[in-house]
């Protein structure tokens, strides 16, 4: 069974910075892509930024340059590190394992989300 534990939230002002971290268990064969999501109240749950297995990166086009999504694959961890935070990016964070595949290698996993508010 797959599980991810993100943390690394917390409450920072406008301009400060935070890492997240994802710690995935449980073993798959399958490929997959790494992903981190955020909804803030209100809103609907939106892509942030994601990373293949090869290292390809994709970003949300208001957090290019502020964002940085890698992985340790040793320790089964990926991280997001944000700086220049604005209020805007005030919102639960999730971490997503998609499966890329068919049959028992298709699906998603997600983690509990971690909480990350910036005030002005």
């Known amino acids: 069974q797959v599980q991810l534990v993100e943390s690394g939230g917390g409450s920072v002002q406008a301009g400060g910075s935070l890492r997240l971290s994802c710690v995935v268990s449980?073993?798959?064969?399958?490929?997959?892509?790494m992903s981190w999501y955020r909804q803030a109240p209100g809103k609907e749950r939106e892509f942030v930024s994601s990373?293949?297995?090869?290292?390809?990166?994709s970003y949300k086009d208001s957090v290019k340059g502020r964002f940085t999504i890698s992985q340790d694959s040793a320790k089964n961890t990926v991280y997001l590190q944000m700086n220049s935070l604005k209020p805007e990016d005030t919102a639960i964070y999730y971490c997503k394992r998609l499966l890329v595949g068919s049959g028992s290698c298709s699906g998603s996993y997600w983690g509990q989300g971690t909480q990350v508010t910036v005030s002005s």
């Open positions: 449980g073993y798959t064969y399958c490929l997959y892509t």
């Open positions: 990373i293949g297995m090869r290292g390809t990166t």
